[in-house]
């Protein structure tokens, strides 16, 4: 069962529907590569005065890693319903996946170094919110496609959602 986004993306690349499932199949090659090595950054560069990494002339914590990777996520996902090459989507929906481990992962990450002891219920509250959104979203999105008959407005409308969505998370 395919979701009502596929279709329209697969018609304005010109390719079947099978075949724009590669662009979400390369989104999760990007979440297993960035896995394997974004926790071991994120912990490099812990909260505590002694392990802050000090470079020329500013200091690296999570939270700027975060805001950068937020505004490389935001500006990727305003990109996206622009593009109609099959190869572009594939490699923006590939660091698309990098990005949104680095936010996940290092959103664990940051919780574990505020909250040492007490993380429980943290951790358990962004999995809830992790999971409500997930539940929401696809909500969202068929209002948006309800909303409009000329299919260009309602795939970028949804992808605008999801950049919204994304930066609020």
């Not at 996520?73 to 572009?88: A, E, G």
């Not at 951790?123 to 959104?133: D, E, H, K, S, V």
């Not at 948006?144 to 409308?157: A, G, K, M, V, Y």
Request: net charge positive; aromatic share 16%.
């Amino acid at each position: 069962v395919t979701g009502p986004t596929l279709p329209l993306l697969a018609e304005k690349m010109s390719v079947s529907t099978s075949t724009a499932g590669l662009v979400i199949f390369f989104r999760g090659v990007g979440l297993i590569v960035s896995s394997s090595f974004i926790g071991q950054i994120y912990w490099y560069f812990s909260f505590s005065d002694k392990n802050v990494r000090k470079m020329k002339w500013y200091s690296i914590t999570h939270h700027k890693i975060q805001i950068l990777n937020l505004l490389f996520q935001s500006v990727i996902s305003l990109i996206i319903p622009f593009l109609s090459n099959f190869y572009l989507m594939c490699f923006v929906h590939l660091i698309q996946g990098i990005l949104s481990s680095n936010m996940e992962l290092g959103s664990y990450v940051t919780i574990a170094n505020l909250w040492r002891n007490n993380v429980l219920p943290f951790q358990q509250a962004l999995q809830g919110f992790f999971g409500f959104g997930s539940l929401i979203f696809p909500i969202i999105v068929a209002n948006i496609f309800n909303f409009s008959s000329d299919r260009q407005i309602r795939l970028t409308l949804s992808y605008f959602v999801c950049a919204t969505v994304i930066y609020f998370q």
